[in-house]
Each structure stands twice: as structure tokens, then as C-alpha cells.
């Protein structure tokens, strides 16, 4: 299934950056990927977790000999060789081309690209040089980037990709002297990408370092549509309470309809950014239990304003997310325990572990002093006053007897 998706993904722009090569910099080397075509899914870059390098795929070539030159790459790294000699597997298959790298090793690029490779030395001069086709590496030890660009069929702004392939390469040269880290600059070379050159829909990117990537915040929700425009607004949050929504719907609020607050709107590229970036003041937050659409965000967002007003601690974080389950903010989920949640402050991460409601229900039973089952044999002999009455007993009972334990 991962080829056969592989297959019909093209990435048009392809960038690695690595701006500390010694690899201890958590956000010292990033890569990404995107393209004005269809189906831009995570897969069309692939991230080894266990060896820190990233191999990009792309070209005009059959989508079959694609995949054959991706295993042949991965197999070479996984037996040890350099970028550039995986890299230069791609040019065993017409029209493809592949770019491979980790802060640790440098990167290549290799087969059939238009690219430019950009160094920076330690005295901060820049040599940005053209290349097209065999094998181009960013040597091991440097600081750099090797950059792909090209134009797909039918963007209306064909043509512009020689301009916007150098004008990037530069900037990025620009911002690897002046001490940017490579996540922040991969998501900025992507926005002047994306808005100056169409090939615009995620893809996404990847944190090398420290192993984290977008995920599937910016990929095509289904089959044979296009991305996210990353040139575009991705939504609006609370700081406050973690409330977010994402366009269009973000376009219907001024203000947090939860507490009030005023929201911040957040591009798609600073959203990027943000995701990949490992700093005092953000949380990685992974999501696992229900595939359910839109809860991975809302999730992020309301840990994250957790973490941010009372740091790390997992009966606040599972507070803070039982409270947007209550005020239907995250819906599709049960409650969650502390127990239910992976806190790592060391490499500020949180993991959160749902249960799905069953028979597609939005939130969890109301926490009424009865048993669920007891409710379920009423619900099906009583009529609704009736019900109602009894939940009234109920309640009256409780409350008589808090009465007189407090004035006894």
C-alpha cells in the first residue's frame, strides 16, 4: 500500500537543509516536499527514524520505476552507502530523481533534476551553483542545502521556476549565515515556493534531528485531489484554551467561542514551522486511537495551550482535554485518564492515547449517578416523563442526604 500511493505522487520541490552538521542541533537539519499535482501524500518522502536521513522522490519518469529506484536507494543506505551513491541510482531509471540526506552524512541528489546546491562556509560566504542531471552532493561536515524545483502541467504559473529555484537557493544561503535553524528555513523556502512559483500543495516536512515530521496536516484528504495551498492561511487558535479551526470555517470567527479570547491566525508555512521545530516553548504531540478527521489538530492545539499555561503535567493535560471533550471542542473520543497520556518534558513531547465512543456517538455519557446499564433497561420501559422523574428521585435523594450530613 505504501508503493502503490508512492506511485502516484510526484513532488515537484524538493529541499534538504542542514545547518549543523555535527547533528546536535535538535533543529539542525529539515526537509520538505510538495508540488502543484494531486495525491502530495507524507509518502512521497520517506524519513528513517533509526538513521536520520530523509530520501525525496520526484520526476517525469514512470511512477513504477520510481518505486524500484527508491527501494534500490533505500537498500544501498540501509547497506551503508553514501547519499550520493544512493542518490545515484535514480539515474538507472528515466526521468527520475532522488534526493537523500541527514545532518550527520550531507546530502545528493541524483538522475534527472534542475537543482541548485547552496554552501556556506564558516566565515559565512555563500556559493550557490546550477546543476542539471548525474550526481551533486552536499559534502559531508557542510553547512548547506540542495534545492529542486520545477514546474508542473497545467500551473498557471509555468515558467517562473528557473527565477524562483535561484531566488530561493539565495535566500537560503542567506539564512543558513545568518544562524537560522534549517526547520525554520525549510518552511520559508517553501512559502516563497509555494506563492511565487504555484507548486504550492503539501507534502510537508520533516524534522531530521529530532525525528518528527507534519504528518498528514497538509497532505490531500483523499485520492487524486491536491494538498494544502501552502501559500495560504491554515487556521485560527486560542491561545488561551486551545480552541482552533481551520479554514474556511476559520473565516466565521473574530473571537474564541469558548472563552472569548482573541485568536491568532496561523499561515500554513508558520504552522509548519511550528510543527517541526523543537523550542523551550513548543510540544510534539502525537495522536493515536481514532483516525477520526480533525481530532489529531484540535488535540495539538489543546495540549499545547495546556502545556503553556501549567508545563508538562498529565492530570493538566488530561484535564484541559476532558474539558474541550465537555465543551465539544473534541468530539468521537472518551474521557482520558492521566494513565491514557505519554508525557516526555526531557524531549517535550506528549503522546495521547483515545478510545473511541462506539456506535458513532460525538461525546461520552452524561455522568448521572446511574449506572449506564440501568439507563439503557429504562430508556427502553419508560416513557420519557417517566425517565425524567426517576433521574429527579434520584437527584432528590442525593440532595437530601448532603442536606443532612451537613447539619447533623
Given amino acids: 500500500m505504501l508503493f502503490s500511493v508512492i506511485a502516484s505522487a510526484s513532488a515537484t520541490c524538493n529541499v534538504i537543509v542542514i545547518t549543523d552538521p555535527s547533528g546536535e542541533d535538535p533543529n539542525g537539519a529539515a526537509a520538505g516536499s510538495m508540488s502543484f499535482a494531486n495525491n502530495m501524500f507524507q509518502s512521497s518522502f520517506i524519513m528513517s527514524k533509526n538513521d536520520g536521513y530523509a530520501v525525496l522522490s520526484g520526476g517525469e519518469g514512470n511512477s513504477t520505476e520510481r518505486n524500484y529506484a527508491i527501494i534500490d536507494a533505500l537498500g544501498a543506505m540501509q547497506h551503508g552507502s553514501s547519499p550520493a551513491a544512493a542518490a545515484a541510482l535514480a539515474g538507472g531509471f528515466e526521468g527520475i530523481r532522488l534526493l537523500i540526506g541527514g545532518p550527520s552524512m550531507g546530502a545528493a541528489i541524483g538522475g534527472s533534476f534542475n537543482a541548485y546546491l547552496v554552501v556556506v562556509d564558516d566565515a559565512g560566504t555563500i556559493r550557490v551553483t546550477h546543476h542539471e542531471g548525474g550526481v551533486v552532493q552536499l559534502p559531508q561536515g557542510s553547512k548547506g542545502a540542495i534545492i529542486h524545483l520545477r514546474n508542473s502541467e497545467g500551473n498557471p504559473k509555468s515558467g517562473t521556476a528557473d527565477r524562483v529555484r535561484r531566488e530561493t ?227 432528590r435523594t442525593r440532595l437530601l442526604k448532603s442536606f443532612r450530613d451537613r447539619v447533623s
Fill in 169 to 395: 537557493a539565495v535566500n537560503i544561503g542567506k539564512m543558513i549565515r545568518d544562524g537560522y535553524p534549517a526547520t525554520y528555513i525549510v518552511g520559508k523556502a517553501m512559502e516563497e515556493v509555494a506563492r511565487d512559483s504555484g507548486e504550492k500543495y503539501g507534502g510537508g516536512a520533516v524534522n531530521l534531528v529530532s525525528l518528527i515530521s507534519t504528518g498528514d496536516m497538509f497532505v490531500p484528504k483523499e485520492v487524486n485531489t491536491t494538498g494544502y495551498p501552502m501559500d495560504e492561511n491554515y487556521s485560527k487558535a486560542c491561545l488561551n484554551c486551545g480552541w482552533a479551526t481551520g479554514y474556511p470555517d476559520a473565516e466565521n470567527y473574530n473571537v474564541c467561542p469558548i472563552c472569548n479570547h482573541e485568536l491568532e491566525v496561523r499561515s500554513a508555512t508558520d504552522v509548519l514551522i511550528d510543527e517541526i521545530t523543537i523550542s523551550k516553548d513548543a510540544v510534539s504531540v502525537s495522536v493515536y486511537g481514532s483516525e477520526k478527521a480533525g481530532l489529531s489538530d484540535i488535540t495539538r492545539e489543546v495540549v499545547k495551550a495546556s502545556v503553556k499555561k501549567y508545563g508538562y503535567n498529565a492530570s493538566s493535560i488530561a484535564g484541559s482535554i476532558n474539558k474541550g471533550i465537555n465543551n465539544g471542542l473534541i468530539v468521537g473520543v472518551d474521557y482520558v485518564e492521566p494513565s491514557d497520556l505519554n508525557v516526555k518534558p526531557d524531549v517535550r513531547a506528549v503522546g495521547v492515547y483515545y478510545n473511541p465512543l462506539p456506535n458513532g456517538r460525538t461525546s461520552p455519557a452524561w455522568n448521572l449517578p446511574i449506572n449506564s446499564i440501568v439507563l439503557t433497561i429504562l430508556g427502553s420501559i419508560q416513557t420519557a416523563i417517566g425517565f425524567v422523574l426517576i433521574v429527579l428521585v434520584v437527584f
